[in-house]
């Protein structure tokens, strides 16, 4: 598992990109020429590299919004993984992504012949160039205030490359504690690995975290199908004395979980189970499903760290609702229906729904009904705030009706172009610790330690709302399908 090349490019909004930094790696580049053999596409020079990318991002030419090559319906990217055509042929898989007016963009090493293309889940590469750019991502977005800090970070990237990628081998993607360790002496008796520069003095101890994020867009439409989906990452910190430890972490599922599926581990990962990469969401016709234990031995970090990422198709989301609203002379009328299903455990840190009023005036009046909590009206007048709690009835239904009038519209209050006349939604925010919706967990039993003195060792699990929207079955919404995100 290898890199060809690394980039970070500007390119704010109405303005050329410009190659900020690039790093390619020949002893890789020999690699791949003998790996793909025929199918062989050099990487260009930055110049056409920068071209052909911000082409296939749509951000040049802004007076053709249509290309047929790029943007037929016969061509729907439901990944960042793109193919840019050079002059020697179509350069693929290159990973980009785009935050805060800069790309980031790596291209693994496919270690087998690209004609034809073999499937994404089937690269191992491409989990590690992921984890590459996320980790330079969080490097260039921390603590950084302006231009001269931007080219301060982007100055540091050659020498901490040497110990996170050497000869374009992915090593470490924390290239924040690189940074913190870059000083200190590694004159140690005994052999580490590069991502562990320093050894752990103390009490020994393993903390593992289980976060869930569940993600829904429901519709309550016959011809309009709600979605939703589970993201999952596992968070570890391992405090350990001796500097080649080894750790086990094995995550489980119950009999009736739903099995975890487009998994990208950390690079400290020293080996892994075939049958973990089989199952893929993107493949609408795979119908893999391997079901745990996934396990995943390492040499950890010496700072906390993301061990895995995955996703998870579970059959229902877990509160399904219905939102209707609508606009009577100067009124409007809304009913809010929640239902938390019979699986979920009902203890929640949090619970409440959000119902938001763009391009309208502030609440005057407002008068309603809540079977179950608290209503409030924000200080803005422009939301209302339903506080559910910590706990749904024994019923696990409630119910809001109400009618609401509005003053004037003025400067002060929220504007959206999408939610305009009867377009609107409720959005959930609500928090179950000790539970996941997957029932993914990993308790003392799942975790072995493999150094000396007998480590402490904590696990947890929480399930987080995100972006877990309810529209107005009333009126038109934007629609969305299923999709990998990274």
């Not at 050079?86 to 087998?112: H, N």
């Not at 999952?232 to 910190?237: M, R």
Request: glycine share 6%; charged share 20%.
């Amino acid at each position: 598992m290898a890199l060809r090349g690394l980039w970070l490019i500007s390119c704010e909004q109405g303005a050329c990109g410009a190659v900020l930094f690039s790093r390619r790696y020949p002893t890789v580049e020999k690699r791949a020429k003998a790996f793909n053999g025929a199918s062989y596409v050099t990487v260009p020079e930055d110049s056409v590299f920068l071209k052909a990318l911000l082409f296939e991002l749509k951000l040049t030419d802004p007076d053709k919004n249509f290309v047929e090559y790029r943007d037929s319906c016969s061509r729907i990217n439901k990944t960042s993984v793109y193919a840019l055509p050079t002059g020697g042929g179509d350069l693929w898989p290159v990973l980009a992504f785009q935050k805060s007016g800069l790309i980031y963009v790596c291209l693994p090493l496919v270690e087998q012949s690209l004609k034809p293309r073999p499937p994404l889940i089937s690269i191992s590469g491409i989990s590690q160039a992921f984890a590459v750019l996320s980790g330079l991502l969080v490097f260039i977005n921390s603590s950084q205030k302006n231009e001269a800090e931007m080219s301060a970070k982007v100055g540091q990237l050659p020498s901490l490359l040497m110990q996170a990628c050497p000869l374009g081998t992915p090593l470490d993607t924390n290239l924040n504690g690189l940074l913190d360790n870059i000083h200190v002496s590694t004159n140690h008796t005994q052999k580490q690995p590069v991502w562990r520069i320093s050894t752990y003095k103390g009490k020994p101890q393993v903390n593992v975290c289980i976060t869930e994020k569940v993600k829904s867009m429901q519709y309550d439409k016959r011809d309009v199908a709600d979605m939703w989906q589970v993201y999952g990452t596992v968070t570890c910190k391992c405090d350990l004395e001796g500097a080649t430890s080894n750790v086990t972490v094995s995550l489980n599922l119950p009999a009736n979980g739903s099995p975890l599926q487009d998994i990208l581990v950390h690079p400290c990962v020293t080996s892994l189970d075939s049958a973990i990469l089989t199952s893929c969401s993107v493949d609408v016709m795979d119908d893999s499903a391997f079901s745990g234990p996934y396990k995943l031995p390492f040499t950890p970090p010496s700072d906390l760290f993301n061990l895995c990422y995955y996703t998870s198709q579970v059959p229902v989301p877990p509160i399904l609702g219905f939102y209707q609203l609508k606009e009577e002379e100067l009124q409007l009328k809304l009913t809010v229906n929640l239902k938390l299903h019979e699986s979920v455990k009902n203890a929640f840190e949090y619970c409440e729904a959000r119902i938001p009023f763009f391009n309208r005036g502030p609440v005057t009046h407002l008068e309603y009904k809540v079977s179950y909590g608290q209503l409030d009206v924000s200080r803005e007048k422009s939301l209302l705030v339903w506080v559910i709690g910590q706990k749904f009835p024994k019923s696990l239904e409630i119910s809001l009706t109400g009618t609401v009038t509005f003053g004037s519209m003025s400067k002060e209050q929220p504007v959206d172009p999408i939610c305009s006349g009867s377009t609107a939604y409720v959005k959930l925010y609500f928090r179950i610790p000790d539970y996941t919706l997957t029932g993914c967990y990993a308790d003392q039993h799942s975790v072995q330690v493999f150094s000396s003195g007998k480590p402490k060792i904590s696990t947890s699990r929480e399930l987080i709302s995100s972006d877990y929207y309810i529209w107005n079955s009333k009126a038109p919404a934007p629609v969305v399908y299923r999709t990998l995100f990274f």
